[in-house]
T-cell receptor
Framework: NAGVMQNPRHLVRRRGQEARLRCSPMKGHSHVYWYRQLPEEGLKFMVYLQKENIIDESGMPKERFSAEFPKEGPSILRIQQVVRGDSAAYFC?????????????FGAGTRLSVL | GQSLEQPSEVTAVEGAIVQINCTYQTSGFYGLSWYQQHDGGAPTFLSYNALDGLEETGRFSSFLSRSDSYGYLLLQELQMKDSASYFCAVRDAGGYQKVTFGTGTKLQVIP
C-alpha cells in the first residue's frame, strides 16, 4: 500500500513561471491537505480538498495560487507567476475521511526554489 | 481562530526523559495530535488525544488537559534518532475540522 506520493521532489522555477505540484493520496483516502513550510518554521495550512470539492482554502493566497482534486488523478497545487517568496517546501497530506482527520499521512514534500 | 505555543528548542541527554509542552487557544476543540519531523523529511503522526489523560505508545506518551488547554509529549529513554522537530496540532471542532499545527519544537539529543 503506497503512501502519499508527491512529485516532483524538487522543482526549480524562474520568477514569473508556473509551478505545478502533484499529490496522490494514500489508497482509499478521499481528503487531501496542502501545507507550506519555510525553513525552521512550522506547517502552514493552505487548503483542504475532497474529491472535486474545495472544502477550506482559507490559508491559500487569493492570487496566483489554486488547487484542485479531480475525480480521477492526483491533487494539483498550482502557483502562477512565481516569486522568490514562494520558495518553500510544500507538503501534501491525506486522511481517510471525516472523523479520521486527526491522523494525517504526509508525502515527502516538494521543495520549490524560485530563482 | 487557533494558536498553539511550543518551546522552540529543547536539548536533552541520550537515555533521559524529555517533555515537550503545548498550550493552545481555539474557538473549538476536537483533539490534540503530535507529529515528528526529521530534517528534510516528512511529518509523521505520533499520537492523538481527544480526551483528558495520558496515551502511551512505546517510549512516547502524550497527555491532554482540556480544562487547561494544555498538552505535552513525553519521550523516554531518549535515543539519538529522536533528534527532530515535534509539532503539536489541534483539530477544529468547526464544520471543516481543519487541523492547525504549532510552530514546532526542535529536540536535540546529545550523548
Amino acid at each position: 500500500n503506497a503512501g502519499v506520493m508527491q512529485n516532483p521532489r524538487h522543482l526549480v522555477r524562474r520568477r514569473g513561471q508556473e509551478a505545478r505540484l502533484r499529490c496522490s493520496p494514500m489508497k482509499g483516502h478521499s481528503h487531501v491537505y496542502w501545507y507550506r513550510q519555510l525553513p525552521e518554521e512550522g506547517l502552514k495550512f493552505m487548503v483542504y480538498l475532497q474529491k472535486e470539492n474545495i472544502i477550506d482554502e482559507s490559508g491559500m493566497p487569493k492570487e496566483r495560487f489554486s488547487a484542485e482534486f479531480p475525480k480521477e488523478g492526483p491533487s494539483i497545487l498550482r502557483i502562477q507567476q512565481v516569486v522568490r517568496g514562494d520558495s518553500a517546501a510544500y507538503f501534501c497530506a491525506s486522511s481517510p475521511g471525516q472523523g479520521a482527520q486527526n491522523i494525517q499521512y504526509f508525502g515527502a514534500g516538494t521543495r520549490l526554489s524560485v530563482l | 481562530g487557533q494558536s498553539l505555543e511550543q518551546p522552540s528548542e529543547v536539548t536533552a541527554v541520550e537515555g533521559a526523559i524529555v517533555q515537550i509542552n503545548c498550550t493552545y487557544q481555539t474557538s473549538g476543540f476536537y483533539g490534540l495530535s503530535w507529529y515528528q519531523q526529521h530534517d528534510g523529511g516528512a511529518p509523521t503522526f505520533l499520537s492523538y488525544n481527544a480526551l483528558d489523560g495520558l496515551e502511551e505508545t512505546g517510549r512516547f506518551s502524550s497527555f491532554l488537559s482540556r480544562s487547561d488547554s494544555y498538552g505535552y509529549l513525553l519521550l523516554q529513554e531518549l535515543q539519538m534518532k529522536d533528534s527532530a522537530s515535534y509539532f503539536c496540532a489541534v483539530r477544529d471542532a468547526g464544520g471543516y475540522q481543519k487541523v492547525t499545527f504549532g510552530t514546532g519544537t526542535k529536540l536535540q539529543v546529545i550523548p
